[in-house]
């Protein structure tokens, strides 16, 4: 079935450093990707997203792009901030087996100045 | 446009007691779906719904969970004879269709734990 499978963490970086957090998905199809992000005591909210095959996806520095051929969509951002600090969750939801999203266990970030 | 809204943020219930948590989607939304956040885990899919219908249950314990989405109000949530393990953080999303394409807005969850 579908999944995401997604880097496991936890991640520390040093502020202005390079950011890459890994997510592969197994899906048949075209699904969509997503990156959502959730700060703590918070709920979810959509970082950015992309739903054809070599779309990049990008919001607040970050970019991700759609690999059909690699089944990845890994998250980058070439310089973090404290305000990075978060968990941030790969999903996906395709229309050939339902409307849920199928979310990855998320990597949690800490930037240390 | 105010966002998804959950209520409450946090309920504490004894084991053996019931919990009715509340989502109300987004102005616009007729989709809704629920997801359970374990500690140190990810989001996993329990139900989505449309208004007055089920549209997959699939992750939906058996036993003890429902959910449902009236005509009129907000979604409910309802666990009967809470045990220690459904201690979680249960977040409510809504989207504009089904399309897959549109994004899920997420609420802020309910906080329940279980003593």
């Known amino acids: 079935g579908d999944s995401v499978t997604q880097m496991e963490g936890p991640v520390t970086l040093s502020e202005e450093a390079f950011l890459t957090i890994n997510c592969m998905y197994t899906?048949?199809?075209?699904?969509?990707l997503f990156w959502y992000v959730q700060y703590p005591g918070e709920g979810l909210q959509l970082l950015l997203k992309?739903?054809?095959?070599?779309d990049k996806g990008s919001n607040k520095g970050f970019e991700a792009t759609y690999r059909k051929e690699t089944t990845s969509f890994h998250l980058e951002k070439g310089s973090v901030q404290v305000s990075d600090s978060a968990v941030y969750f790969c999903?996906?939801?395709?229309?050939?087996?339902?409307?849920?999203?199928?979310f990855g266990t998320g990597t949690s970030l800490t930037v240390i100045p | 446009n105010a966002g998804v809204m959950q209520n409450p943020r946090h309920l504490v219930r004894r084991r053996g007691q019931e919990a009715r948590l509340r989502c109300s989607p987004m102005?616009?939304?007729?989709?809704v779906y629920w997801y359970r956040q374990l500690p140190e885990e990810g989001l996993k899919f329990m139900v989505y719904l449309q208004k007055e219908n089920i549209i997959d249950e699939s992750g939906m314990p058996k036993e003890r969970f429902s959910a449902e989405f009236p005509k009129e109000g907000p979604s409910i949530l309802r666990i009967q004879q809470v045990v220690r393990g459904d201690s979680a953080a249960y977040f409510c999303?809504?989207?504009?269709?089904?399309?897959?394409?549109?994004?899920?807005?997420f609420g802020p969850g309910t906080r329940l734990t279980v003593t």
């Open positions: 992309a739903t054809k095959a070599d």
């Open positions: 899906a048949t199809g075209y699904p969509s």
């Open positions: 102005k616009g939304h007729s989709h």
């Open positions: 999303a809504s989207s504009q269709d089904a399309s897959g394409v549109y994004e899920q807005y």
């Open positions: 999903a996906l939801t395709n229309p050939n087996t339902g409307n849920q999203f199928y």
